[in-house]
């Protein structure tokens, strides 16, 4: 089963492992991204960062949106990263339908401006948002888990 969707533009850190991880009890981390699923040293460094317990794999948009069923329907809890509402967004356009997603971690970069609630975001970024909302997919502002979860109703 898929127990949390998120977006945090440092993918997996401390507030992932310590807070996310612990908190949801998952045994199986998927980072969605291209370019870190391309990138073998990267995707060792996360998972040297993960308990040895917990799997950890990288994966293309596409690989995800190919195997989004059966993750959906697996009885191991799965915690899906994005680093950027893009990126959610291309696997969403080739099928993914999460219910919720969480915002977590979009801090200042090029290109970025502050946007709401602690968080900042490209005018990309914010379109984005307002089109996956648009298509019933719930967002919340949550940075760790016992955190009182902020819904963006009204907001993008």
């Not at 945090?8 to 991880?21: E, F, P």
């Not at 291209?34 to 960062?49: H, K, N, S, T």
């Amino acid at each position: 089963m898929i127990s949390l969707v998120r977006v945090d533009d440092r993918l997996v850190h401390a507030q992932v492992v310590v807070g996310w991880i612990e908190y949801l009890r998952c045994l199986h981390v998927v980072v969605v991204d291209d370019a870190v699923a391309d990138d073998p040293d990267r995707v060792e460094l996360f998972r040297m960062v993960v308990p040895q317990e917990v799997e950890l794999d990288a994966m293309s948009t596409g690989t995800l949106a190919a195997q989004w069923d059966e993750m959906a329907v697996s009885a191991d809890p799965v915690l899906l990263l994005f680093a950027n509402p893009l990126s959610l967004e291309s696997s969403v356009n080739l099928g993914i339908r999460p219910r919720e997603v969480n915002l977590g971690g979009m801090h200042v970069a090029p290109g970025r401006h502050s946007w709401i609630h602690g968080l900042y975001a490209s005018d990309t970024e914010i379109a984005s948002i307002r089109k996956m909302t648009g298509m019933g997919i719930a967002f919340e502002i949550r940075t760790i888990p016992t955190a009182k979860p902020r819904e963006l109703d009204g907001e993008v």
